[in-house]
């Protein structure tokens, strides 16, 4: 069983689109993330949510919206697609506790955008 | 803010040599420390930990001990293999601030 699952793992749209990646986690973890890695593998945090709310928002645009009907699922929607997007996003989970560190972040296998 | 800072790469090695990869960290509070490996076309995995000083994470060879004086968590290999190349992240995570802060990573590549 796969214990974080991403979808597509693939996707490649035309700028001006809108369009969204899935995540589910069956490890029964509180918090799940959103994650760019550029071409130069840089790792970015987009978004964090721990028990279905929002802790962390980084600067990321508008246009990214992350949705978590539930704490095993973290959706991101992305209005307006724009080539500078282009990049491998990968959602991850864990089991953190404020102030006592956590257990290790489990990591999906990614999903490469591609804007055209 | 929290950061981790990482030997720039890429490093490329010979089977069967010592490998390094230095990571320092700023962070407020007392985080715990993570390597991750990324092979090509795949996500991130979890290669080793420490979650306080002194602290010694090892896995499949790798080394790294938590050094809060030196504010240093560095990855070690006595004997690297071809299998072995990726990339090398060191993160860490802090209870303050309730995030995963990676390092910008290192490509190793080991040649036969």
């Known amino acids: 069983d796969t214990a974080v699952s991403q979808t597509p793992k693939y996707l490649v749209t035309q700028m001006g689109n809108d369009k969204s990646i899935k995540c589910e986690q069956n490890l029964g973890h509180d918090t799940m993330y959103w994650y760019k890695q550029d071409s130069k593998k840089f790792l970015k945090i987009m978004f964090s949510?721990?028990?279905?709310?929002?802790?962390i928002n980084e600067t990321v645009p508008n246009r990214f919206s992350p949705k978590s009907p539930d704490k095993a699922h973290l959706n991101l929607h992305i209005n307006s697609l724009e080539l500078g997007d282009s990049a491998v996003y990968f959602c991850a989970s864990s089991l953190a506790n404020r102030g006592l560190g956590s257990t290790e972040a489990f990591f999906g296998q990614g999903t490469r955008l591609t804007v055209v | 803010g929290d950061s981790v800072t990482q030997m720039e790469g890429p490093v490329t090695l010979s089977e069967e040599a010592f490998l390094t990869i230095n990571c320092t960290y700023t962070?407020?509070?007392?985080?715990?420390l993570f390597w991750y490996v990324q092979y090509p076309g795949e996500g991130l995995q979890l290669l080793l930990k420490?979650?306080?000083?002194?602290d010694k994470g090892s896995n499949k060879g790798f080394e790294a001990t938590y050094r809060k004086e030196t504010t240093s968590f560095h990855l070690e290999k006595g004997s690297v293999q071809v299998s072995d190349s990726a990339v090398y992240f060191c993160?860490?995570?802090?209870?303050?601030?309730?995030?995963?802060?990676f390092g910008s990573g290192t490509q190793l590549t080991v040649l036969p």
């Open positions: 962070a407020t509070g007392y985080p715990s």
């Open positions: 993160a860490l995570f802090s209870g303050s601030a309730r995030q995963l802060t």
């Open positions: 420490a979650t306080k000083a002194d």
């Open positions: 949510y721990n028990n279905k709310e929002l802790i």
